[in-house]
């Protein structure tokens, strides 16, 4: 996976085959594992920030950068980035940042949680039914997969906008049939004034800080009933 910026700090750098990785007091080996897959936003300080709360609340975070270094301006800027990239290599750099996170936990052989945003939520819904036993829980924010979830193991934990202007309300519906029939635990939170992107900064006028606080609590709570 290439070197890993092992970081306390926020101001940490990230490249290509890099990851902005925060662990709790204590070093590594004390606690469990989430991994944090970024939108096509990049690798903001908004990550890392909850990287840090992350490990604040007592997990090894890690966030890969999967977009190269690059951290767009602008939607347009971000679109074309996505557009541009190589899901081949996004998924192989993902699962090995499994691989990588599980090293740096309490035990080694222990599957991670994963909390994905936009495109890292439905890289992380890909990832955990393509390695299932490798990943514990799965929160996505605003990302969907037509995957099929038959190997899915983790319970899942979805936050949706119900004025997503890129995810509409029956490609969740849908999604969420497809969970319940394959008999997975999906727990679907609407978020009736918020749109895509409403937990993030970068996205401007988008962002939805209540609906942001909102969504982060119920992660920490989905989580800690996980790990526990």
């Known amino acids: 996976m290439g070197d890993i910026a092992r970081a306390c700090h926020p101001d940490a750098v990230s490249s290509a085959g890099q990851a902005y990785l925060v662990h709790p007091t204590g070093g590594a080996g004390v606690a469990p594992g989430v991994l944090v897959l970024h939108s096509w936003w990049g690798m903001t300080q908004q990550v890392k920030q909850r990287c840090h709360a992350l490990a604040d609340a007592g997990y090894?975070?890690?966030?890969?950068?999967?977009?190269?270094?690059?951290?767009?301006?602008?939607?347009?800027?971000?679109?074309?980035?996505?557009?541009?990239?190589?899901?081949?290599?996004?998924?192989?750099?993902?699962?090995?940042?499994?691989?990588?996170?599980?090293?740096?936990?309490?035990?080694?052989?222990?599957?991670?949680?994963?909390?994905?945003?936009?495109?890292?939520?439905?890289?992380?819904?890909?990832?955990?039914?393509?390695?299932?036993?490798?990943?514990?829980?799965?929160?996505?924010?605003?990302?969907?997969?037509?995957?099929?979830?038959?190997?899915?193991?983790?319970?899942?934990?979805?936050?949706?906008?119900?004025?997503?202007?890129?995810?509409?309300?029956?490609?969740v519906v849908e999604m969420q049939a497809h969970l319940k029939l394959s008999g997975t635990d999906a727990t679907i939170e609407w978020y009736p004034e918020a749109g895509h992107f409403f937990a993030e900064p970068e996205a401007g006028e988008l962002h939805d800080s209540t609906a942001d606080a909102l969504a982060w609590q119920r992660t920490m709570d989905f989580l800690a009933d996980v790990h526990r």
């Not at 599980?102 to 495109?119: F, H, L, N, W």
């Not at 190997?151 to 309300?169: C, N, Q, T, Y």
């Open 60 to 171: 090894v975070a890690m966030a890969p950068d999967l977009m190269g270094g690059v951290v767009p301006l602008t939607a347009a800027e971000g679109e074309l980035e996505l557009s541009q990239s190589d899901p081949n290599v996004n998924a192989a750099l993902v699962l090995a940042s499994i691989v990588t996170l599980r090293t740096q936990t309490i035990d080694p052989e222990a599957p991670v949680s994963i909390i994905g945003y936009s495109m890292g939520g439905s890289w992380g819904l890909w990832a955990a039914a393509r390695e299932a036993l490798s990943v514990r829980a799965v929160v996505s924010y605003y990302g969907t997969q037509s995957i099929g979830f038959d190997d899915l193991v983790a319970p899942v934990l979805g936050h949706f906008g119900e004025r997503d202007h890129l995810v509409s309300i029956d490609d």
